[in-house]
């Protein structure tokens, strides 16, 4: 659940994203002017949808003094949908930027994405593409959806994750998916964890290379 301000002045639709984002469990609030948005930023926000002209301001002018102060990310929403005003959006600061007309359940699978970038830039968490992971929640995602791990499974991906850029032996692998209560794990268990690991987050896990990867991430099976 995030805390998502709304910067729209036009009511109705204003409205209608507040009433789907809520439906999502979203804690939300709104304003109708930069002015506005200035006072709600006086609470801790997440996630700021803003609509790029206001009643009080062009928001692309705005955004880059808020983020002298705050890195809340920025999804500007606009009917200027020229290449130049996007790329004049993403220049101000904008994580995102959508054009109207728009469907608003889009509108909240954007916000979403922009909000598990943001979280899992955070030193708690391991981003790479729509893959994220928990390391204090042991909650692996992608996009949205969770991936159930096995102790052994979510041993193995977070020992992964710690040694990036590393080829790591069978051995390694052992010793380090040997747990507190020294549960063995054999060189058979090991290759089905790692197996159905791979099946579970990659694409295509069967290739025959000696060296293997799981994200980018070495292991080498000495045997093969």
């Not at 805390?3 to 984002?21: Q, S, T, Y």
């Not at 130049?84 to 904008?94: E, K, L, Q, V």
Request: glycine share 8%; net charge negative.
């Amino acid at each position: 659940m995030a805390r998502i301000l709304v910067v729209e002045d036009d009511e109705i639709l204003r409205e209608g994203i507040l009433f789907a984002l809520a439906r999502e469990g979203h804690q939300v609030r709104g304003a109708g002017s930069l002015a506005g948005m200035k006072e709600q930023l006086g609470q801790p926000a997440d996630l700021v949808v803003l609509d790029v002209s206001l009643p009080d301001g062009d928001s692309r002018e705005f955004l880059p003094g808020l983020r002298e102060s705050n890195p809340v990310p920025v999804i500007f929403l606009t009917a200027r949908n020229t290449e130049g005003d996007m790329i004049a959006g993403f220049d101000a600061g904008a994580d995102d930027y959508i054009t109207k007309p728009f469907s608003v359940p889009l509108l909240v699978r954007r916000i979403q994405a922009v909000l598990n970038r943001s979280l899992c830039r955070d030193g708690r968490f391991y981003y790479n593409g729509d893959l994220c992971y928990d390391f204090d929640g042991k909650e692996l995602k992608i996009g949205e959806k969770s991936i159930p791990l096995t102790p052994t499974e979510m041993r193995l991906l977070e020992v992964f994750l710690h040694n990036r850029r590393r080829v790591l032996t069978r051995e390694m692998l052992l010793a380090r998916v040997w747990d507190a209560q020294e549960n063995y794990v054999d060189d058979k268990a090991l290759a089905v964890n790692i197996r159905r690991l791979r099946e579970k987050i990659e694409k295509e896990p069967g290739k025959p290379e000696r060296i293997k990867t799981v994200f980018g991430i070495g292991y080498k099976w000495e045997e093969e």
